[in-house]
């Protein structure tokens, strides 16, 4: 039996970020490559790469950054009101980003 290419649903979006960014062309495989080699690359990785994919999370915030689409401020302003949604939203129903609770209206 095969194992599954990713653990954990998160890993999957991020892999697919990254390629319709690339397709968009708002970077290279050149580029991108770079930047992931590095994140790999960097003090603290893990020698196993068991944190391959917040590495590749890495390389994409800073890639984007470098690009000015995306600071980190605005990455993790983001990430917390997925969070706040996720905990505001009910077992079993989508979670929405409309659902944060600190979201203004018309946001």
């Given amino acids: 039996m095969d ?9 999957a979006e991020a892999f697919a970020m990254v390629v319709a960014l690339h397709e968009r062309g708002v970077f290279s ?7 992931l080699s ?18 590749w999370l890495a390389a994409l915030e800073r890639l984007l950054a470098e690009k000015g689409l995306a600071g ?3 990455v993790d302003a983001m990430t917390s009101a997925w969070e706040r949604a996720a905990h505001a ?3 079993g129903q989508p979670i929405l980003l409309a ?3 600190e979201r203004s209206p018309g946001s």
């Fill in 38 to 55: 590095a994140e790999v690359k960097a003090p603290g990785a893990a020698a196993d790469g068991s944190d391959y994919y917040e590495r």
């Fill in 72 to 74: 980190h401020d605005e």
């Fill in 99 to 101: 659902n944060d609770p």
């Fill in 89 to 91: 939203t009910p077992h």
């Fill in 3 to 11: 194992e599954p290419v990713f653990s954990e649903p998160w890993q």
């Fill in 29 to 35: 495989w050149g580029e991108w490559a770079e930047q």
